[in-house]
């Protein structure tokens, strides 16, 4: 077991990537918390952890786009489980509207633009900022940021995302630098396209453009992230300090 008894928060683990890698990193060992702002998705994956024996996992209902409600959740989470080894930044949204409507940079109101920056950016500076109070004094731990191919090349008619993820890709490298010296490694996970709900919208033309755009000629799978998350909050990544690992399927290169 490459986790054994490690404590995990994953934000936004009741979906998609955060799930998988919930299941993996509780199969190896670990004890998550699985963060979300829906209880019942966050419920559920605790549930699934349980049902394949996993132990110690919790669900912490939470907004993280909220700097009171990210402190009340790491009160809890360490109320449950006395420290933390491992944060995973995953939660997010692809879309700040309901439906197929896709806005350009021209129209987008600010609200939306605010929305995509707290869920992704703030969030990810908030959580950080707590995991460190803690990772700190103990001079050991491993933060790992969901990033994006669209943070590394850019995607039309998604600037706000771009943003976000851009700057959460700088984030990461600044933070490792920063910390590293007490022991506490920080990367980022840039994915490419990958099955998940969160592209569950991408149909049609939209979905033949990505997979014409995708050497590997095919989507990503949940799976093929989870094993990258495992690496870099294992052993195994001990000289890996602010990078950015993208498994992509060579749709950037
Ligand atoms: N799927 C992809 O192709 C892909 C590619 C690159 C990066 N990513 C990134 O990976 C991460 C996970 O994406 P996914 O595809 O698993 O999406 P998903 O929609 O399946 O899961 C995201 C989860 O985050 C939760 N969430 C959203 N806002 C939240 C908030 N404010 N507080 C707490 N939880 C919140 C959602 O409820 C959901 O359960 C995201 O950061 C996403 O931007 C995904």
């Known amino acids: 077991m490459k986790l054994k008894d490690k ?7 009741g979906s998609g990537l955060g799930r998988e890698m919930g299941l993996t990193f509780a199969r190896e060992g670990a004890k998550v918390g699985i963060n979300d702002i829906r209880p019942e998705s966050a419920q559920n994956v605790v549930t699934e952890i349980e049902r394949a024996g996993g132990k110690g996992a919790r669900s912490f209902v939470a907004d993280v786009s909220s700097s009171a409600a990210v402190k009340k959740m790491f009160a809890d989470f360490l109320a449950a489980y006395g420290t933390i080894d491992i944060l995973i930044n995953n939660a997010g949204i692809g879309r700040t509207r309901e439906g197929s409507e896709v806005i350009g940079t021209a129209d987008l109101p600010d609200e939306d633009w605010h929305r995509m920056l707290a869920t992704h950016l703030d969030a990810a500076f908030f959580c950080t900022r707590e995991a460190l109070k803690v990772m700190i004094p ?23 995302y771009c943003a976000a993820k851009g700057g959460i890709i700088s984030f990461t490298k600044s933070v490792a630098r920063e910390v590293v010296g007490h022991g506490i490694l920080v990367n980022c996970i840039a994915p490419g396209f990958i099955e998940t709900p969160m592209t569950a919208p991408i149909q ?9 755009m995708t050497p590997m000629g095919r989507f990503g799978e949940p799976r093929e992230i989870a094993s990258a998350a495992l690496f870099l909050a294992s ?11 993208s498994p992509n399927g060579g749709y950037v290169i």
Do not use: E, H, Y
Request: hydrophobic fraction near 50%.
């Open 204 to 212: 049609g033309p939209m979905r033949d453009a990505v997979i014409a």
């Open 138 to 160: 103990k001079k050991s731990g491993r933060i790992i940021n969901l990033g994006s191919i669209a943070g590394t090349t850019g995607l039309a008619f998604a600037s706000s």
């Open 235 to 245: 052993d195994d990544a001990s000289f890996m300090v602010g990078q950015i690992v």
């Open 7 to 13: 404590v995990v928060l994953i934000t936004g683990g």
